[in-house]
């Protein structure tokens, strides 16, 4: 996986897949044109998860409405496979079903297919880093839906399982801070350190978490009430 900085898209590997030949196309070369650099395209979902695999994109920019495997089983493969991969989605279903859904399969944003170019390529570069992106509307959604989640009991606990891993006063002031939707530039500018130090500190929590993205990650931290904190 690239060691993707905040210098420019140049080193983010972006792969695309939809199964209309003009508009992959025309997005993967407007991609390509900016500087991202475009490694692979795909038309349905079980090329998708080939191709994802062989390529090793960080960002896989991904429609839905895939012939042969629906794109939400493309997203949970391609994440289960390789959990440092980051899936946009790409879709021109602003349904809260299938929004929630996406996220849900591992989706890290979800942007509807209305949106510009420079929308496109502003969320694929936060994507890249691990900000959750989402149409205007959307994101409030997803945050309701855990928040509902959260509320649901927790099922019985088996008494043999080890405690939950200790993290340290800086980790658990990060994770407090994504779980109230800033991302990772707006947390750097708030605890006066680097980019880099706050990507740091969230992939060692997934670490000792076991949790596997950004969305598991808010997730758990709204279970235990840090963003209300």
């Known amino acids: 996986m690239t060691d993707i900085t905040q210098d420019g898209p140049g080193s983010i ?3 695309v897949v939809d199964d209309h030949p003009m508009w992959r196309d025309a997005v993967a070369r407007d991609l390509a044109e900016s500087g991202f650099e475009v490694v692979a395209t ?20 991904l429609d839905l409405n895939l012939p042969g495997k629906p794109g939400v089983q493309v997203c949970k493969e391609v994440v289960a ?52 992106v989402f149409t205007p509307g959307l994101a409030g959604l ?3 839906e855990y928040r509902r989640l959260a509320s649901e009991p927790a099922p019985a606990q088996d008494t043999d399982e080890p405690k939950a891993p200790r993290l340290t006063d800086r980790e658990t002031e990060v994770l407090r801070l994504v779980a109230k939707g800033l991302s990772y530039k707006q947390i750097a500018e708030r605890l006066v350190i680097s980019h880099r130090t706050v990507q740091n500190h969230v992939q060692n929590t997934l670490g000792k978490l076991q949790l596997h993205n950004r969305v598991e990650l808010v997730r758990y931290a709204i279970e235990r009430g840090l963003d209300d904190e």
């Open 13 to 15: 590997k972006v792969m």
């Open 42 to 61: 795909a038309g349905d979902g079980d090329q998708a998860v080939r191709r994802a695999k062989a390529a090793v994109p960080d960002v896989l920019v």
């Open 81 to 132: 496979a390789d959990p440092a991969l980051r899936v946009l989605v790409l879709s021109a279903s602003g349904e809260h079903a299938d929004v929630l859904e996406a996220v849900k399969s591992g989706a890290t944003g979800y942007l509807l297919k209305s949106a510009s170019t420079e929308e496109l390529q502003d969320a694929v570069r936060r994507t890249a880093v691990g900000d959750p």
């Open 142 to 144: 997803v945050l309701g």
